[in-house]
């Protein structure tokens, strides 16, 4: 079943939760709803569950309007963070219990219940504790549980919101790769609310990045991964370095002189620019003086003094200080700033055996500018 989301606009009170979105999922997608705390994500799916109205807007399934069709009759699974398994019930009954609850004349036999609840339990592999109740199993066996219970009723779309939320990082990642391979066999159009973005970026066909109740880019995990649309998007989808500069001509000089191309802002003069790194786009070497420059005698790198490496497998993450008033400031945090953030391999900093406090030289192998819309107008 396809969704088409047209225009949808939610306030509580004087507060827009909803900005005028729009968004078409195709049938089978996994989409992926990504935003930090508080931007509508879990309004915009409860709207699409029919357990939240819209104040404007349409959703419609497969080209026909929802906007009078009751919860119950959408055929819509859900799965949530916190969505309790019946506690009284073993596995076997909480997945079965959608089905024991229909209609008298489309409820299946008994026969045919303990067939699709075994079935199901199978799928998400756990069919060897059907006689257990829930405060036996683990959060991630619950979860897998949640989802097979909201599978049972055969839906058109699945909703899930926040689903591994509440779990350990070691148990998320499994889960996730699991509830991508379950998609990849059912094919059920999904929606999964989420506030990681290596989450989103892992699992889905398609990230939605939304940011205060509108959506900022949708586009597949490489799309916004390579081309982030907005500065907000670079900021939310891992480390970044942001500098300011100005950008003329083609040219973008941020902070300290160091001049990046900006092919993009050719017709450019002298505007305030965002130009934004991250941490493994920065290539470390140590300072001698003179290194700073290119051969024409222009600024290519940053002076910066190592202030704390991090090693970490077979990743260090190196925490710079720029020296002589180069400054970039992290682009979520801004306790962070002056802070310079690189990443190298282990490898390359046992070989350079680099020294906390050593003066080095960290130059953007590539980078994107941004306008700064709000300082420009
Ligand atoms: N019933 C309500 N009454 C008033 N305000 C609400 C209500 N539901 C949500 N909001 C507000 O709307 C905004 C969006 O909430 P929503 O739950 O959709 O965010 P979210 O992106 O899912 O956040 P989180 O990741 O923290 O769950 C928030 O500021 C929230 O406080």
Redesign the pocket.
Known sequence: MSIEIQNIS?S??S?K??HNVNLDIKSGELIA?L????????????IIAGL?SADQGTIQFSGEDTTDVHVRNRNVGFVFQHYALFRHMTVFENVAFGLRIKPRKERPSEGQIREKVMSLLKLVQLDWIADRYPSQLSGGQRQRIALARALAVEPKVLLL??PFGALDAKVRKELRRWLRRLHDELHVTSIF???DQEEALEVADRVVV?NK?QIEQAGTPQEVWDSPASPFVYGFLGDVNLFHGRATGGHTVVEGGVQIDSPEFASANNAQALAYVRPHELDVERYSPGQEKDADGRQRGIVAQLDRAIVVGPIARLELIAIGGHQAQGAEASNSDKLIEAQISAQQFKAMGLKEGETLVVTPRQARVFLDQAANI
């Open positions: 939610k509580f009170g507060f939760a909803l709803l935003g930090p705390s508080g931007c509508g994500k879990t309004t915009l799916l409860r939240e919101d926040e609310v989420t506030h939304i109740g």
